[in-house]
T-cell receptor
Framework: KAGVTQTPRYLIKTRGQQVTLSCSPISGHRSVSWYQQTPGQGLQFLFEYFSETQRNKGNFPGRFSGRQFSNSRSEMNVSTLELGDSALYLC?????????????FGPGTRLTVL | TQLLEQSPQFLSIQEGENLTVYCNSSSVFSSLQWYRQEPGEGPVLLVTVVTGGEVKKLKRLTFQFGDARKDSSLHITAAQPGDTGLYLCRSGTYKYIFGTGTRLKVLA
């Protein structure tokens, strides 16, 4: 079974631009969660989607948004990029979501904001 | 805000040594998970502990959940270079809070 895939793997943007990252979950998984990982703040939860609905959200500004499609693929968007948005963005899929469900992580998208 | 503090932050040891990593919080959790993340990859789940006082073993790794379900430890026996990575604990709550992480390097 193929794992979680994320595209692109690397991205360089400039301040003020916007970016869209993509995540394809493991086949059959209906929940996708997004995380931001930085050296200073560690791994922080952004949001979780299940069956095209945002079910859970972390403490990030509204510039960070996401969506999920009917095939469970998910995208996250960051608008008006800031230098501090430079990070590794990870997505994780699970069968049904929730803290008791096992999450499988993708390799991440490394975003650099110049 | 729930916080998960891990210690030590960094650990560099020789192959064959034993080590223990700690994950502490002031909050009670229904469960706690441990992950390992290697460079260029996402975290991989190692274990989930649910019951206070629970001990789980995964080969050379021993995980323990505190009696009060506020803390956990990960003990590695006879560490090997393949154990190198970032070890993360995660709370069993809907806010998916991860610990601050312990970066382990095992030298051959």
């Amino acid at each position: 079974k193929a794992g979680v895939t994320q595209t692109p793997r690397y991205l360089i943007k400039t301040r003020g631009q916007q970016v869209t990252l993509s995540c394809s979950p493991i086949s059959g998984h209906r929940s996708v969660s997004w995380y931001q990982q930085t050296p200073g703040q560690g791994l922080q939860f952004l949001f979780e989607y299940f069956s095209e609905t945002q079910r859970n959200k972390g403490n990030f500004p509204g510039r960070f948004s996401g969506r999920q499609f009917s095939n469970s693929r998910s995208e996250m968007n960051v608008s008006t990029l800031e230098l501090g948005d430079s990070a590794l963005y990870l997505c994780a899929s699970s069968l049904a979501g929730g803290p008791a469900d096992t999450q499988y992580f993708g390799p991440g998208t490394r975003l650099t904001v110049l | 805000t729930q916080l998960l503090e891990q210690s030590p932050q960094f650990l560099s040891i020789q192959e064959g040594e034993n080590l223990t990593v700690y994950c502490n919080s002031s909050s009670v959790f229904s469960s706690l998970q441990w992950y390992r993340q290697e460079p260029g990859e996402g975290p991989v789940l190692l274990v989930t502990v649910v019951t206070g006082g629970e001990v789980k073993k995964l080969k050379r790794l021993t995980f323990q959940f505190g009696d009060a379900r506020k803390d956990s430890s990960l003990h590695i026996t006879a560490a090997q270079p393949g154990d190198t990575g970032l070890y993360l604990c995660r709370s069993g709550t809907y806010k998916y809070i991860f610990g601050t992480g312990t970066r382990l390097k095992v030298l051959a």
